[in-house]
C-alpha cells in the first residue's frame, strides 16, 4: 500500500502513514483540541471504501481542511 494515504471520512479528516517498524497507523482529527489523534477503529472503512462518506483526498486538499477545521475551532475558543 502506498503511504502517506488522506482521506475524509464524514467531516473528519483521516490520515494513514507508515510506521518505523514498516506497517501502518491510522489518525484522525480530534474535534476538541484540533490535533490528530490514533483511531485504528477507522482501518475497516477506509479499505471498504466504497461507502459514500468516505473519500480519499489529495495531501493538498487534506491540508486546506484541516486548516478550515482549526480555524473553526480557534473562532469557537475565542467567543
Not at 13 to 38: C, H, Q
Not at 58 to 69: D, G, P, Q, T
Amino acid at each position: 500500500m502506498d503511504l502517506p494515504r488522506y482521506y475524509i471520512v464524514g467531516l473528519r479528516p483521516v490520515k494513514v502513514i507508515r510506521t518505523n517498524d514498516g506497517g501502518m497507523a491510522i489518525y484522525a482529527f480530534n474535534w476538541e483540541t484540533g490535533s490528530f489523534e490514533l483511531a485504528m477503529k477507522y482501518l475497516f472503512r477506509l479499505e471498504k471504501a466504497r461507502n459514500d462518506d468516505v473519500e480519499r483526498v489529495s495531501e493538498e486538499e487534506f491540508s486546506r481542511k484541516v486548516e478550515e477545521l482549526r480555524k473553526e475551532i480557534a473562532a469557537k475558543k475565542s467567543e
